[in-house]
């Protein structure tokens, strides 16, 4: 991916830019909202994420995302309070976020994850959903659904 092509996928994600407040759906419990911040660092190379949720059950995260020169879409290196590091291959098209991790990288693959969230019509709300699979020949299963509200 040269200079321009590079710059141009890293402007598609202006969108998520911002303070979000988040609700994570678990199964058979209520949790508080939390909330996650999308800001540019390193001269906008890259976008981070940082989110909180007030539950035991669910770490504080980091996020670093970049642009993939191999690819039209994007890495994000994942970083958690439990000292979880993982690597996602993400998407952004169309107002279609995905984040996929089928792969094995700094942890073992006990199981895959995958992301897809969809932007509203007015950019200020995106509802979304984690899944799991245990191996590479098993369906995908509901975990938990997340919906990201633009705060500001």
């Known amino acids: 991916m040269n200079g321009p092509a590079r710059q141009e996928a890293l402007t598609r994600l202006d969108v998520l830019v911002g303070e979000w407040e988040i609700e994570a759906d678990f199964p058979g419990r209520t949790a508080p909202r939390g909330r996650s911040v999308f800001e540019w660092t390193l001269d906008g190379r890259f976008l981070v994420q940082r989110s909180e949720v007030p539950v035991a059950e669910a770490p504080d995260t980091m996020s670093v995302i970049a642009a993939d020169p191999e690819t039209d879409g994007y890495t994000q290196h994942y970083f958690d309070s439990r000292g979880v590091v993982r690597v996602y291959a993400m998407t952004f098209v169309d ?4 984040l996929v991790r089928e792969t094995p990288d700094f942890t073992p693959l006990s199981f895959r994850q995958r992301f897809t969230g969809q932007f509203s019509a007015d950019g200020n709300t995106i ?3 984690w899944e799991t699979a245990k191996d590479t020949s098993a369906p995908w299963e509901h975990d938990f659904a997340l919906t ?3 705060s500001r």
Request: charged content about 20%.
């Open 95 to 98: 107002g279609l976020w995905q």
């Open 127 to 129: 509802r979304g959903a």
């Open 148 to 150: 990201y509200h633009r």
